[in-house]
């Protein structure tokens, strides 16, 4: 992912959390205009805030640089309610999301 790319992610993926750069910024001890400046591709996060920008968004690095992933907090949140399915439940829902995706 190049630094565009980064920056498109990150606007896509605050937007979907429907908060402002501001208070984004703010909420992650930066200044105001912060995330804008990332954003903008006018500054890049060092490693650290890479970090608490995804913290922020609750969502790992990895589900951050996933770029085939649209909402990755909500299918984390997805994944950890599959998890307490049982086999049959399981299958159902297999079903279920492979008829969903040839749509």
Request: charge should be neutral; glycine fraction near 8%; hydrophobic fraction near 40%.
């Amino acid at each position: 992912m190049d630094e565009k790319a980064f920056s498109l992610r990150l606007a896509k993926l605050r937007e979907k959390k429907g908060v402002s750069a501001r208070d984004m910024s703010l909420s992650i001890g930066q200044n105001p205009g912060y995330i804008n400046n990332i954003e903008t591709g006018k500054s890049m996060p060092l490693l650290a805030g890479i970090f608490y920008i995804c913290d922020y968004l609750g969502i790992t690095p990895a589900e951050f640089f996933d770029d085939g992933s649209e909402d990755p907090a909500r299918l984390k949140d997805l994944i950890g309610y599959l998890k307490q399915l049982d086999c049959e439940q399981l299958k159902n829902v297999t079903a279920i999301v492979k008829s969903l995706a040839k749509k």
